[in-house]
């Protein structure tokens, strides 16, 4: 199978790279590097990589030519940084998959697996959140990666075309590198390599749904290669509070934690935990990677990778 993976050098996108490879399929990646980095791609020579953003409909023409799927993963990511750049968010999560969508349409892609969050569902009504709950997104991220969802589903519609929406929770592992704006585990562990103490915002009670980026990959293939469109949860399934997540990191690393407790952070919900019945129902998907297990290969990879500045 041919494919597209844009944002293919990021974290998720690079992890997916080296699945579909494994399974025999022939990629290309899109990605401006931004927020990607071109040594996640180095493992993987054979990858047709294209240097250039998805709002570039030169760089896009040329990537989705020949694709039978494409795995758009390329995004502005985050609650905060949505707050603090919301322009941007809407620019590269709304227009840059309603052109994403358009060019795989003109290509004559069988399908488009979109990447989605659940961020849109804002807070939560009842746990666990099964794909029908209301959405109402508390921040913009939210909503622009609402609105990508709904043109998706749009080309479904109107065009005919296979769409799958995935609604992330909390993804981690290899490839996930510290940045202030992005997810709670590599900020953590970024702080205690440094020995220097975590900030947990709120009482620490909170919890969250984290699911390993092996099996977010495993999902993604089983959508593309399906003839399934619709939205799905894609979540490990169970939940911890954060003050138990530093726990864990503190075993798997064998260092010592030291904590600080800061105000609570404008867009976070207080709980999250996804319902993924439907996605083991009808893609085939079973979350396999504890949070323990993948904790240990995490930090693992963090001790062998070089640090590379943005």
């Known amino acids: 199978m041919k494919v597209l993976v844009t944002g293919g050098a990021g974290f998720i996108g690079s992890n997916l790279v080296r699945y579909l490879l494994s399974e025999g399929n022939e990629v290309t990646v899109l990605d401006n590097l931004l927020s990607g980095y071109a040594e996640n791609l180095k493992p993987f020579p054979e990858v047709r990589f294209i240097e250039g953003d998805i709002r570039d409909g030169a760089a896009l023409s040329s990537a989705v030519q020949g694709a039978e799927v494409v795995f758009h993963l390329a995004a502005s990511v985050g609650n905060k940084r949505s707050i603090d750049f919301p322009i941007d968010d809407a620019d590269i999560n709304a227009m840059g998959t309603v052109k994403v969508l358009e060019a795989a349409r003109n290509a004559g892609a069988r399908k488009v ?26 921040s913009p991220y939210g909503a622009t990666k609402l609105c990508a969802e709904k043109l998706s589903l749009s080309y479904h519609k109107v065009f005919g075309m296979q769409i799958v929406c995935l609604r992330y929770f909390n993804v981690y592992g290899p490839n996930q590198r510290f940045d202030l704006y992005g997810n709670v585990i590599p900020i953590f562990a970024h702080m205690m390599i440094e020995h220097k ?78 319902n993924v019945d439907k996605i ?29 500045a943005k």
Do not use: C
């Open 113 to 138: 697996v979109t990447s989605s969050s659940a961020a849109v569902f804002g807070e939560l009504k009842t746990l666990p959140i099964a794909e029908d709950h209301p959405i109402d997104p508390d």
């Open 197 to 274: 103490p975590v900030t947990i915002f709120g009482d620490g009670e909170q919890t969250r749904d984290f699911v390993n980026v092996g099996d977010v990959a495993r999902a993604n293939y089983l959508a593309g290669v399906s003839s399934a469109s619709g939205v799905y949860n894609l979540g490990s399934g169970s939940r911890v509070t954060i003050n138990n997540l530093v726990d864990i990191m503190e075993s798997a690393s064998g260092l010592d934690v030291k904590r600080l407790y800061g105000p609570e952070r404008k867009g976070d919900v207080r709980h999250s935990l996804a």
């Open 280 to 308: 083991r129902h009808e893609l085939g998907f079973e979350p396999s990677v504890g949070l323990r297990e993948g904790m240990k290969e995490y930090f693992a990879w963090l001790r062998q990778s070089t640090p590379v």
